[in-house]
């Protein structure tokens, strides 16, 4: 009695599970079902007596779901997998909004900033100062002019319009320095800083009475070292030979001499040059020892 109680009890909870089975899916259903024969722990003699029982006429007495309560099963269980997935995407559109909204966010919060563009200082053109030099020269050797270090002197000028920064008067050409000039031209020697030789200049009052160094005027300049450049119109300089002399010349159209002897050759112009002093009469010479210049004399004097 007591074991035909308990497969009752067993059979009870054999519908209930089949119920439950007839509920899910088809491919659910199988793996329900091996899992409960897995799991129910009965033994063989009650599982015969189950199926005896099921042939008697236990199926045909109690009720079996019908096709149309497994399909709506079927179909209720779609409809959860349904609300799942809508469920499911509803979520993703909530993160994707979450996500636009917090960049709009942050565009809106970013400030633009005007960006600063630096203008470089401006620095005045560079001028070469032997190029200005240049463009001062007339083109003519009967204008007594020179480009000398970089710098354009015409004569007759000023001793402090003559003399630059890193230039010094040495000392007189056969005595000692000069504080005061008269009316006898001077000759003095000028050299740089270091000691490199310029020229040696001709000094005078321009007055004819006594005057300060520096008031004193430049009547005539003697170039004879390569220490310094100097460069007359034509391009002559200190080493030109005699060619370059006569092609500068004869394109100048001054008129010119020329002298030679066992000391070398000379070329000489003399030309009119007016100017408030009244040192009009200019004297150009150059001279040449084996076909070189090796010095070139400028002379200004007063003319009658």
Known sequence: MENKQYEHDSLNQKDLFQEYIDSLPEEEEEKAEETERESSGLSKQVEEDLRDYQRRGYDSQRSQPSSSSRSWSRRASADNRRRVGVALI??????????????????????????VYYEEPYVEEYEDPWEAAYQQMSGSLSNPEAVVEGHYVSLPVKVSDFMQEDWKIRSGAFS????TIGSEPVALRVETDYGYSIAEISVVSPTGEE???????????????????????GGISIGSNSWIIED???????EWTKKGGSEGTRYIVESVSENEYGYDDYVLRLELVDDYTERIVMQMNQGE
């Open 176 to 179: 000692g320095s000069y504080e």
């Open 90 to 115: 509803a979520a993703g559109s909530a993160i994707m909004v979450v996500g636009l909204t917090a960049t709009m966010i942050a565009r809106n919060s970013y400030t633009y900033t005007e960006p």
């Open 211 to 233: 005057v300060p160094l520096n008031d004193a005027i430049v009547t005539g300049i003697s170039f004879d070292s390569t220490d310094a450049w100097v460069e007359l119109n």
């Open 248 to 254: 500068a010349l004869n394109t100048d159209g001054t």
